[in-house]
C-alpha cells in the first residue's frame, strides 16, 4: 500500500506570497492532519480533517488554512508569508477509528526569503 | 505546563547497551500513545503504540505505558547505530489532536 505523499518537496517563496500545499493519504485513511516542525518549537499541530470537515485547529494565526476533499485529499494554505514561516510542514493520515495512529509523510520544506 | 514532556537529551548509549526514554503528560483523559523515531532529514515513523497499562514489546522495542502516573517510555534493547535518531513521543488527548514531545536525540556509540 503506498504511503502518505506530499507535494511539492521544496519550495522557496518570498515574504508576502501565499503558498499550496498538497497531501494524498493512504489509501482508506479519512483522517489528515498537518504539522508545522522547527528546529526551536517542534512538531506542533496546525489541524486536522475528517470527512472534509476540520475536526481541531492549533494555536496559528488565520493565514493558515486548509480543506479536505472527497476523496480524503489535503491541501493547506498559507497566505502573507512571512520569514518565521519557514519549516517543515507534514502531513499525517489516519483510519480515524478510535488508535489515532498516524503515519507521515515526507513533508514539504517551505523556505520563506 | 506542556502538555507532553520528554526527558532532554541527547542519550549517548555504547552498542548493545539499552537506551530508555521517558515520557510523561499532562491530560489524564489521554487513551493513546505513541513514539515516533525520525532521523534526520526525515519525517516521523510510527514504531510502537500503546492503550493499556503495563508493557508491549516489538522486537528490541519496550513500550512502558502507567496512566495513573502519567507516564509512558520506551526501552530500546541491544541498541545499535541505526538506533541513532530523535525518538518523538506522542499523546492523543479526546479532542483529535495529537501532541508532541520536544524529542529526545539518541547517539548509539559503536
Known amino acids: 500500500k503506498a504511503g502518505v505523499t506530499q507535494t511539492p518537496r521544496y519550495l522557496i517563496k518570498t515574504r508576502g506570497q501565499q503558498v499550496t500545499l498538497s497531501c494524498s493519504p493512504i489509501?482508506?485513511?479519512?483522517?489528515v492532519s498537518w504539522y508545522q516542525q522547527t528546529p526551536g518549537q517542534g512538531l506542533q499541530f496546525l489541524f486536522e480533517y475528517f470527512s472534509e470537515t476540520q475536526r481541531n485547529k492549533g494555536n496559528f494565526p488565520g493565514r493558515f488554512s486548509g480543506r479536505q476533499f472527497s476523496n480524503s485529499r489535503s491541501e493547506m494554505n498559507v497566505s502573507t508569508l512571512e520569514l518565521g514561516d519557514s519549516a517543515l510542514y507534514l502531513c499525517a493520515s489516519s483510519l480515524a477509528s478510535d488508535t489515532y495512529e498516524q503515519y507521515f509523510g515526507p513533508g514539504t520544506r517551505l523556505t520563506v526569503t | 505546563q506542556k502538555e507532553v514532556e520528554q526527558n532532554s537529551g541527547p542519550l549517548s548509549v555504547p552498542e548493545g547497551a539499552i537506551a530508555s526514554l521517558n515520557c510523561t503528560y499532562s491530560?489524564?483523559?489521554?487513551?493513546?500513545f505513541f513514539w515516533y523515531r525520525q532521523y534526520s532529514g526525515k519525517s516521523p515513523e510510527l514504531i510502537m503504540s500503546i492503550y493499556s497499562n503495563g508493557d508491549k514489546e516489538d522486537g528490541r522495542f519496550t513500550a512502558q505505558l502507567n496512566k495513573a502516573s502519567q507516564y509512558v517510555s520506551l526501552l530500546i534493547r541491544d541498541s545499535q547505530p541505526s538506533d541513532s535518531a530523535t525518538y518523538l513521543c506522542?499523546?492523543?488527548?479526546?479532542?483529535?489532536?495529537?501532541?508532541f514531545g520536544a524529542g529526545t536525540t539518541v547517539t548509539v556509540r559503536a
Open positions: 489509501s482508506g485513511h479519512r483522517s
Open positions: 491530560d489524564r483523559g489521554s487513551q493513546s
Open positions: 506522542a499523546v492523543n488527548p479526546p479532542d483529535y489532536k495529537l501532541s
